[in-house]
């Protein structure tokens, strides 16, 4: 079972990183993790490539990205909510599956054969709601063939209690482990 783990957030030791290592160390086998802040993978410029040719021209770490997408059994996205959104690095990351998005409407070709599981794992400070970020986070799953996707896990008063504390979030990791292996 391959998982494909976008992280957004830019503290090593924070709460989505706490989080993923939890579920990584004690639960998922095999797995490849994007660190938004960490990676060689530059924004979408729309340079529209990809209206008529498959793939992305820009040649950086996102290549091996689509080529994880290709074969992975489950795709979890991690972030930090900034301004009740997932972070700006993270949908750096995002902007490059556009090239999905124009593979299915300009090209009329499904460019991800297989379909995937998704979840979604979000922290915050106590501002706000969560509901947009995990709305944008639904998109970037739809646009790498995941429809099936697990509710919102979340740990949203991480000013007070780190995530990894939160009883609630390690139940809601159990249950997206158990969606992903079944
Ligand atoms: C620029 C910025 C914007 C933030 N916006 C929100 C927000 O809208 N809602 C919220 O609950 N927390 C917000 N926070 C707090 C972080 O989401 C919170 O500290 C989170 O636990 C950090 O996660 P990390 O340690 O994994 O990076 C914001 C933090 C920063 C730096």
New binding site residues.
């Given amino acids: 079972m391959k998982t494909l783990i976008l992280n957004g957030?830019?503290?090593i030791n924070?709460?989505?990183?706490s989080l993923i290592r939890h579920i990584t160390s004690k639960k998922l086998d095999e797995y490849k993790i994007v660190n938004a802040y960490r990676c060689d993978i530059s924004p979408c410029v729309d340079c529209r490539y990809c209206w008529k040719n498959k793939g992305c021209s820009i040649n950086d770490e996102m290549q091996a990205v689509y080529q994880y997408i290709q074969k992975c059994d489950n795709i979890l996205i991690a972030s930090?909510?900034?301004?009740?959104e997932l972070t700006g690095k993270l949908l750096d990351v995002g902007s490059r599956l556009q090239t999905y998005f124009c593979a299915r409407f300009f090209r009329n070709e499904e460019p991800i054969a297989k379909s995937k599981k998704g979840a979604v794992i979000l922290?915050?400070?106590?501002?706000?709601h969560i509901d947009k970020a995990y709305d944008t986070a639904c998109t970037l799953l739809h646009h790498m063939n995941c429809h099936n996707i697990h509710e919102a896990v979340y740990s949203?008063s991480?000013?007070i209690i780190p995530?990894i504390n939160d009883e609630h979030t390690l139940m809601g990791l159990n249950s997206i482990y158990d969606f992903f292996i079944n």
């Fill in positions: 957030s830019p503290r924070g709460d989505t990183n930090p909510l900034y301004f009740s922290v915050g400070g106590g501002d706000g949203h991480t000013n995530a």
